[in-house]
């Protein structure tokens, strides 16, 4: 996968585009003056806020159902329509680094932002706290209520991966250790347990699981084979162990967030967190795969399965337990590299990997592998890279907690530095949009984030001015989306009301970004 350095602050417009935008600045200006004089008698020259944000409580419905947004073409629209006079679109547009603008592009921006205001005036929207900011180059050119601290939903992943790449590095990977207490005699025979200690890989897993995954495009990405592990053992010559102990105690023993709702366990969108976690601390119950009460212990019992099917015997009781004071490594097994971590996480949006590594970065450089640590982690982080952080709380690292909050001038911040850009879903292609905007503008061409809980939509990325190519997905190579963008939905009737209105917007930003 791609990986850019990673960079916190927003890009600098292109210097070409800046060349051109300057060019045209003597014939640009008058015309600029003139719309803005018309707008600020009008309108001014920002949108107000879309409101506070909603209480936990509250969030979950505002109301009776209504109808979901604006309808959506059956196929790609020619453009965008022309803006209304005193369009409420122009404040964005005239910002400073906006002005030096070609005429046709200051047009374009107003038909945006008259397109989005419509958007969000629907009857069916209206009544929703909202936000929404898009850049272009960097250059913000339509704000609504940009600052508002909204429920983020999974969108949350965003600040948890950039802080993870800043801090740990695109290259970093996680390993997971065999070890003994004492070594093996001549015939490789172990007198005391094998331990098996987790070191907050969230990929390890078994030979099948991934077959096993039907949901969005989760049985094409990328595992730590388990198994190989297990060979390693093999080939380091033991044959036989006094049992099999699972060691996780890299991070503290809370294994959720005491906020979260009790049903995430029982649906299966996340497991008890911690630093041994083998296909994603899940087991077979029946038919389905089910959370892992102790997934250390279950981890345990798949390794011991397979030392069995290799010969190495297991002689002695299987648990968890902690590790030896001095472990002697037998053999081990490393995650592939962070950004391929990151990608499977944000595009399959992967609750359990982001809470891992939120532990992970608490453990690494807050002094402890905690929720408290990590977030402090990822605040301070953010911070020193110049993202702004006003109005933001994180109790987690996925977004699965009703009392985070963010804004979209973060998140926007966040796409626009294009660091997680490659590694995002693309529309109609794969990940959490594989199935989303099929034949729309946005199809193929927008890369994003999504995020829901009752009651919230999220949706946050880049839009390319063409289709990206089909595979691999994300497409390797492919040169950063100057449209970046960002958008929450708080207080919806539904996750599929929601998600039409978002689609919506994906759309019309697509058009803009095609230049139409």
Not at 78 to 106: E, F, K, T
Request: include cysteine; proline fraction near 9%; aromatic fraction near 4%.
């Amino acid at each position: 996968m791609r990986h850019r350095p990673a960079r916190l602050r927003r890009p600098t417009p292109d210097p070409s585009d800046r060349a051109v935008r300057r060019a045209a600045a003597f014939l640009a200006l008058p015309v600029a003056l003139a719309l803005g004089a018309a707008a600020c008698l009008t309108e001014g020259l920002t949108h107000s806020p879309a409101g506070p944000a909603p209480s936990s409580a509250s969030s979950a419905s505002s109301g009776p159902a209504q109808s979901s947004g604006p309808a959506q073409s059956s196929g790609p629209a020619a453009s965008l329509p022309a803006a209304p006079a005193g369009s409420a679109g122009v404040g964005p547009v005239l910002a400073a680094g906006r002005l030096p603008a070609a005429p046709h592009q200051l047009d374009a921006d107003l038909r945006l932002a008259a397109a989005l205001d419509a958007a969000f005036a629907s009857p069916a929207v209206a009544r929703w706290p909202a936000c929404a900011e898009v850049d272009d180059h960097g250059v913000a050119v339509y704000a609504r209520g940009a600052g508002a601290a909204l429920i983020p939903a999974s969108n949350l992943k965003l600040l948890t991966a950039t802080a993870a790449l800043d801090r740990l590095g695109p290259d970093a990977t996680f390993t997971t250790e065999a070890a003994v207490a004492a070594r093996a005699d001549a015939k490789g025979v172990v007198a005391g347990p094998l331990y098996l200690i987790g070191g907050g890989d969230p990929l390890l897993s078994t030979d099948d699981y991934r077959a096993s995954q039907h949901q969005w495009t989760e049985s094409a990405e990328p595992v730590t084979h388990l198994a190989a592990l297990a060979d390693g053992v093999k080939a380091a010559g033991i044959t036989r162990v006094g049992g099999l102990i699972a060691v996780d105690s890299r991070y503290d023993g809370q294994r959720t967030v005491a906020s979260w709702a009790s049903s995430y366990l029982a649906d299966g969108e996340i497991s008890p967190v911690g630093p041994l976690e083998v296909d994603d601390g899940t087991v077979v119950a029946g038919r389905r795969r089910v959370p892992a009460a102790d997934p250390a212990a279950a981890a345990a019992s798949a390794f011991a399965a397979l030392l069995a099917a290799r010969g190495v015997a297991v002689a002695g009781p299987v648990e968890h337990a902690p590790g030896p004071l001095a472990p002697i490594a037998v053999a081990t097994v490393a995650s592939p590299p962070l950004t391929t971590v990151i990608g499977e996480m944000l595009r399959e949006s992967d609750n359990l990997a982001a809470e891992m590594l939120v532990k992970e970065l608490g453990f690494r450089f807050g002094g402890a592998g905690t929720w408290a640590a990590g977030t402090a982690v990822v605040h301070d982080t953010l911070a020193a890279g110049g993202i702004p952080l006003d109005g933001v709380v994180q109790v987690d690292g996925s977004g699965l907690d009703r009392q985070d909050r963010v804004p979209c001038r973060t998140l926007a911040a966040i796409v626009a530095a294009g660091t997680l850009e490659p590694e995002l879903p693309v529309a109609a292609r794969c990940g959490t949009l594989v199935g989303r905007l099929v034949g729309q503008p946005a199809g193929g061409r927008l890369v994003a984030k999504t995020g829901s809980l009752a009651g919230v939509v999220a949706l946050s990325g880049a839009v390319s001015a063409a289709a990206l190519a089909a595979q691999p997905c994300p497409p390797a190579g492919a040169a950063p989306a100057p449209v970046t963008f960002a958008v929450l939905l708080n207080g919806t009737p539904s996750i599929a009301a929601g998600e039409s209105v978002a689609d919506h917007l994906a759309d019309l930003l697509a058009i803009y970004a095609g230049g139409a």
